[in-house]
Nanobody, 124 residues
Framework: QVQLVESGGGLVQVGDSLRLSCAAS????????MGWFRQAPGKEREFVAGLTWRGSGTYYADPVKGRFDISRDNAKNTVSLQMNSLKPEDTAVYYC?????????????????WGQGTQVTVSS
């Protein structure tokens, strides 16, 4: 079993930056594909960014391309999401997810482990 704990959320202003972290425990996530998802009030959860096990492949949803950066530190068993130029529409609960395959995909049903989420609120 893998436990994931997100941190780094908060209340920020438009244009600010935030860095979310996802700490894994229980086992190493070295060989796992990782993803970040988000869920805004009244909306379904959506894919934000994904990362392959070596970090060589990164994938982003169109709304965050060029603003968000996903990375991993396998030595620390963590995954991060650097969010820049934040907009009010980025307001959501952000979730970290892991899948027992090396690739990262946008389909949330293909992830095996989830964190509890961290709230990000962007105020205008």
């Amino acid at each position: 079993q893998v436990q994931l704990v997100e941190s780094g959320g908060g209340l920020v202003q438009v244009g600010d930056s935030l860095r979310l972290s996802c700490a894994a425990s229980g086992r190493t996530i070295y060989s796992y594909g990782m993803g970040w998802f988000r869920q805004a009030p009244g909306k379904e959860r959506e894919f934000v960014a994904g990362l392959t096990w070596r970090g060589s492949g990164t994938y982003y949803a169109d709304p965050v391309k060029g603003r968000f950066d996903i990375s991993r530190d396998n030595a620390k068993n963590t995954v991060s999401l650097q969010m820049n130029s934040l907009k009010p529409e980025d307001t959501a609960v952000y979730y970290c997810a892991a899948r027992k395959w090396a690739t990262a995909v946008a389909d949330e049903t293909r992830y095996d482990y989830w964190g509890q989420g961290t709230q990000v609120t962007v105020s205008s």
